[in-house]
């Protein structure tokens, strides 16, 4: 079975900027909430990987938090749009 459809490069970059934005949202929306929580949560996880934890969160600042969804929305929507570009490429001979 082959797959013949072509992605919307505008429609897969909102997708994936939106995804990544969210998240980054999600997580400056705890930052501000619950910090404690959420650094014992990063601690936790570093020992899961058998690192030292090293990471330290911050005082919640709303321009950064602002800044982080921004950058990750752009990043993401970049990476949306070429791997639309990628995936909708010819394909080159035969199978």
């Known amino acids: 079975m082959a797959i013949k459809d072509k992605l919307d490069k505008h429609q897969t970059g909102l997708v994936v900027g939106v995804f990544l934005g969210g998240a980054h949202a999600l997580w400056a929306l705890m930052v501000a909430v619950m910090p404690g929580i959420l650094q014992q949560f990063l601690d936790w ?6 690192l030292r934890p090293y990471w330290i969160i911050t005082t919640f600042d709303l321009a950064n938090a602002v800044m ?3 950058m990750t929305f752009v ?14 490429c010819p394909k080159r001979g035969k199978r």
């Open 45 to 50: 996880m570093f020992v899961l990987h058998s």
């Open 68 to 70: 982080l969804v921004v």
């Open 75 to 88: 990043i993401g929507y970049a990476m949306g749009w070429v791997f639309a570009c990628i995936w909708n």
